[in-house]
């Protein structure tokens, strides 16, 4: 009788076996198929936003590199007062730089200086010398890419940069071409000079990057010791040359329904269809767990974690939809007053009075418009269906607006602005259309600051030699 319950019952008990082990490997299979998945979509969008920022720090740099003046006073005939002023007091004072240096044509030390507030700190204590020679393979990376051939008008900039760690110390250096840009100066000799910075990263360098990009379990070790299963991208270079890496525990969601969902599948088994219905209930939370993180981290790489805006990531495709659709006028602007601000206040009350330049702008603009903090205190607005006289008037409205005293940390600050307009042509590329508008800014600055200045119509590029923007008084 036994037997014969056996050959009754050992099919289906043979089935259902074969089903919970077909449905285990399944489970299993497929859940670290997805966990890949997801840990090289993190590990892309990770290394990204690394690229993001530290291109966003580059670009921060030409307001110093890419200069006339420069050329003039470093590589012509050179003048220490004026590079200790406009090099490195200026840098040191209106950004996170805390070192700089100035290498001459033959890649030899002629200026130098370290903010005093790092100057005990183990990176920065070994000396000028010992900072650039880290430097090196920067500098080689920017001299062989000095005399490559670019496009007319102002260069593009040429500059490399890495993070380097010493002991718990984390410094982003960075090597920068100096260049001509309207062309008045011309250089001496085939070789420029260059710009060394070194800008501390606050705090830890993971705490830096896991809260940055919202990582778990982050930490920045030699690649050589990072588990497989952690993942990672590389960050920095260690002090004897070893590459350092982010590594972070990495997201394991299906692998986590799945062992919250074993016991259930194990005990439950009559109720295969109860158990596969809470499965389907909560694969449906991790996707839409993981579609929100990606959403937050896809929002912190197109925009700037200070201000809220749109970075410049998101500028060439803006403009081609704007400028597909009709007219648009580009403006750039910055602020005049900034840097005093910075002097007096400190860097703290400076991001405060970004985020507050961003909500006025965000009242003083069409909701239409599209608004860009491009770096440091630098802006820029597109603005379609606009004529270049409405443009102007809509100019003189956001300058009147930023000018209005702001309270911050108990004291009472006022900034001006200064603004670049160019108006976009049929076939201007969004590149040619910013350079247009810079050029103009660069133009409003030089007559005076508190300025509206609208690059030339009839010109294809804004510097070309000889060009000169017309200029129209800001209302105040």
């Not at 070192?99 to 030899?108: E, G, K, N, Q, Y």
């Not at 204590?125 to 001299?143: F, H, M, N, Q």
Request: glycine letters at 8%.
């Amino acid at each position: 009788m036994r037997f014969v319950h056996f050959r009754l019952v050992g099919p289906a008990v043979a089935c259902v076996a074969m089903l919970i082990a077909g449905l285990a490997a399944f489970s299993y299979y497929g859940a670290a198929r997805i966990d890949a998945d997801a840990r090289q979509r993190q590990e892309a969008l990770v290394e990204r936003n690394i690229a993001f920022w530290t291109t966003d720090v580059e670009f921060s740099l030409t307001a110093w590199t890419i200069w006339d003046e420069a050329i003039a006073k470093l590589d012509n005939s050179f003048d220490f007062e004026w590079t200790d002023r406009n090099i490195g007091a200026s840098l040191i004072g209106t950004s996170r730089t805390r070192f700089t240096a100035v290498l001459d044509r033959s890649d030899a030390i002629v200026y130098s200086r370290t903010d005093d507030s790092v100057k005990d700190r183990p990176f920065f204590a070994r000396g000028p010398a010992s900072i650039v020679a880290d430097t090196e393979r920067l500098v080689k990376d920017v001299r062989g890419r000095e005399h490559v051939t670019g496009r007319k008008g102002i260069p593009d900039p040429v500059v490399s940069s890495r993070i380097e760690v010493l002991g718990e110390e984390a410094v982003l250096l960075s090597a920068s071409l100096f260049q001509p840009d309207f062309g008045t100066a011309k250089l001496k000799a085939d070789r420029a000079p260059i710009l060394i910075t070194a800008m501390p990263i606050s705090g830890s360098l993971q705490n830096f990057f896991g809260d940055r990009f919202l990582l778990d379990d982050a930490h920045i070790t030699p690649l050589s010791t990072v588990a497989p299963s952690r993942a990672r991208a590389e960050v920095a270079i260690g002090a004897g040359g070893e590459v350092e890496v982010l590594s972070w525990r990495s997201p394991t969601p299906a692998a986590d329904v799945l062992y919250q969902a074993l016991p259930l599948i194990v005990t439950v088994i009559v109720v295969l269809l109860v158990g596969g219905f809470l499965m389907v209930r909560v694969s449906q939370s991790t996707a839409q767990m993981l579609v929100s993180r990606e959403k937050q981290m896809r929002h912190a790489a197109t925009h700037d974690f200070l201000t809220g805006l749109a970075n410049r990531s998101l500028l060439d495709d803006e403009y081609s939809a704007l400028a597909a659709d009709g007219t648009l006028t580009v403006v750039c602007f910055d602020l005049d007053g900034f840097k005093a601000i910075n002097d007096s206040y400190g860097h703290a009350v400076g991001d405060d009075l970004l985020k507050v330049v961003a909500s006025r702008l965000g009242t003083a603009t069409r909701d239409v418009d599209r608004l860009f903090r491009l770096g440091g205190d630098e802006f820029a607005v597109l603005m379609p269906n606009m004529s270049v006289r409405e443009a102007e008037a809509a100019c003189r409205r956001i300058s009147a607006l930023l000018c209005e005293p702001m309270s911050l940390s108990g004291s009472i600050v006022a900034i001006g602005a200064s603004f670049g307009l160019s108006k976009v042509e049929h076939g201007t590329s969004c590149d040619a259309a910013l350079k247009a508008a810079d050029a103009a800014l660069y133009q409003a600055k030089a007559d005076g600051r508190g300025g509206v200045v609208t690059a030339s119509t009839d010109l294809p590029s804004p510097l070309i030699k000889g060009a000169r923007p017309k200029k129209v008084a800001a209302g105040r």
